[in-house]
C-alpha cells in the first residue's frame, strides 16, 4: 500500500525558514515524479515544486522560485522542501504527492499525480 507522510510544518514569522519531509512507503519512489503542492484558506489547490524521477530535473511555481528547493535523498523515499525567506502568503496545507512515471516531466496539475499524502500545516506570520 502507498503511503506519503508529511511532516516539518508549523507556526513561523516571516523571513524564517522550515524543512518538510514527505516520507513514501510501498513503492520504489526513485522511479516516481514527486511534487509538493500548498492549499491556503479560501483558495484552490496549487503547484508548488516538482522533482522529476531520477531527481533529474525540477521545476518550480514563480511565487517560490529562489526561496523554495525541492530534493530527494539518495533512495528516493523521502522529498524535502526547503523553504527559506518564507512571507504570509506562503500560509497553507502543504501536501505531497507523486506520479508513476517513465517520463522526464514534471506534471504541474494535481490530476496528473496518482498518490497524496495528508498535508502538513504551515503558518507564516507577519
Known amino acids: 500500500q502507498v503511503q506519503l507522510v508529511e511532516s516539518g510544518g508549523g507556526l513561523v514569522q516571516a523571513g524564517d525558514s522550515l524543512r518538510l519531509s514527505c516520507a513514501a512507503s510501498g513503492r520504489t519512489f526513485g522511479t516516481y515524479a514527486m511534487g509538493w503542492f500548498r492549499q491556503g484558506p479560501g483558495k484552490e489547490r496549487e503547484f508548488v515544486a516538482g522533482i522529476s524521477r531520477r531527481n533529474a530535473y525540477t521545476y518550480y511555481a514563480d511565487s517560490v522560485k529562489g526561496r523554495f528547493t525541492i530534493s530527494r535523498d539518495h533512495a528516493g523515499n523521502t522529498v524535502y522542501l526547503q523553504m527559506n525567506s518564507l512571507k504570509p502568503e506562503d500560509t497553507a496545507v502543504y501536501y505531497c504527492?507523486?506520479?508513476?512515471?517513465?517520463?522526464?516531466?514534471?506534471?504541474?496539475?494535481?490530476?496528473?499525480?496518482?498518490?497524496w499524502g495528508q498535508g502538513t500545516q504551515v503558518t507564516v506570520s507577519s
Open positions: 504527492t507523486a506520479q508513476q512515471t517513465t517520463g522526464w516531466r514534471i506534471p504541474r496539475s494535481r490530476d496528473e499525480y496518482d498518490y
